[in-house]
Nanobody, 122 residues
Framework: ARFVESGGGSVQAGGSLRLSCLGS????????MTWFRQAPGKEREGVAL???????KYADFVKGRFTISRDNAKRTLYLDMTSLKPEDTAMYYC?????????????????WGQGTQVTVSS
């Protein structure tokens, strides 16, 4: 499996970005797909997930600002980010788990992309 993230960049606080994650070689793309992020010196943390049934879940710190979606036909996962804050600055990763069980536990994910950097300035 291979995931390639894109769409990161530098924006000012209050701005928006759309991240994309193109998957290949992962037949279970319609199962559990999740966005994580990792800031310098911090642990990787879950941001948003979408499960096999299309149910989404968000970390409290992005609720109401970020939206996760998926186009199974295009094998692409998206993260629409609005009202960005400096504390959203991090490397953002997509990850896949061939399971109907979906969570934010990093150790349970088998497949990861290399990440795309998001930098939000004040």
């Amino acid at each position: 499996a291979r995931f390639v993230e894109s769409g990161g960049g530098s924006v000012q606080a209050g701005g928006s970005l759309r991240l994309s994650c193109l998957g290949s070689g992962f037949p279970q793309f319609d199962s559990c797909m999740t966005w994580f992020r990792q800031a310098p010196g911090k642990e990787r943390e879950g941001v948003a997930l979408i499960d096999y049934f299309g149910i989404t879940k968000y970390a409290d710190f992005v609720k109401g600002r970020f939206t996760i979606s998926r186009d199974n036909a295009k094998r692409t996962l998206y993260l629409d980010m609005t009202s960005l804050k400096p504390e959203d600055t991090a490397m953002y990763y997509c990850a896949g788990r061939p399971s109907t069980e979906c969570n934010f536990r990093v150790s349970t994910y088998d497949f990861w992309g290399q990440g795309t950097q998001v930098t939000v300035s004040s």
